[in-house]
């Protein structure tokens, strides 16, 4: 299971405690992962507080995606929504990522929609469609809009998404 690197290293899941195996929070990485031994961690991404999933069946690199392309994310405050990406690559700066780069991806929300991530929602997937293509993770807002660190960086920290075929 990965989340964004800033967030604590004690994390659980209905209960038990997943061991916390390593992080990275610089650079081009916001990003940690934690083993799950007490359950089969499915190929899945999580889109509604009540447990609804989706498969991942694709990744989608930083290289592949362009301004305007529709994604979704899921945050444990805002919930499921859609935006769209209007900055790739883009630089946070060293409040979202401590000697961040243009490595990051910066989406607005869609018209009359409320914030695309507020506090509480850094770790949540990022994504598109259903099957879901994984496009990273969310790390912090800028306003209203939602900055994500793309899934190709995982393997900075020995990890990667893994994909269910359709």
């Given at each position: 299971?990965?989340?964004?690197?800033?967030?604590?290293n004690s994390q659980?899941?209905?209960?038990?405690?997943?061991?916390?195996i390593q992080q990275?929070?610089?650079g081009n990485t916001d990003a940690q992962w934690h083993t799950t031994p007490t359950f089969t961690d499915p190929n899945k991404i999580r889109v509604t507080s009540s447990g609804t999933t989706r498969n991942v069946t694709s990744r989608k690199p930083l290289s592949q995606m362009v301004q305007g392309e529709a994604v979704c994310k899921y945050g444990t405050t805002t919930l499921f929504d859609c935006g769209e990406i209007s900055i790739v690559p883009y630089d946070p700066g060293d409040t979202c990522v401590p000697s961040s780069g243009s490595t990051y991806v910066r989406v607005d929300p869609n018209p009359n929609a409320g914030d695309m991530a507020e506090g509480g929602d850094s770790g949540g997937p990022v994504f598109h469609n259903n099957p879901a293509k994984a496009y990273g993770t969310i790390s912090c807002q800028s306003g209203v809009d939602m900055i994500f660190?793309?899934?190709n960086f995982l393997p900075n920290i020995?990890?990667?998404v893994?994909?269910?075929?359709p």
């Open positions: 299971m990965s989340i964004a690197g800033h967030c604590p659980s899941y209905l209960g038990d405690a997943l061991p916390f990275q929070y610089s660190m793309p899934q020995g990890v990667e893994d994909i269910t075929t």
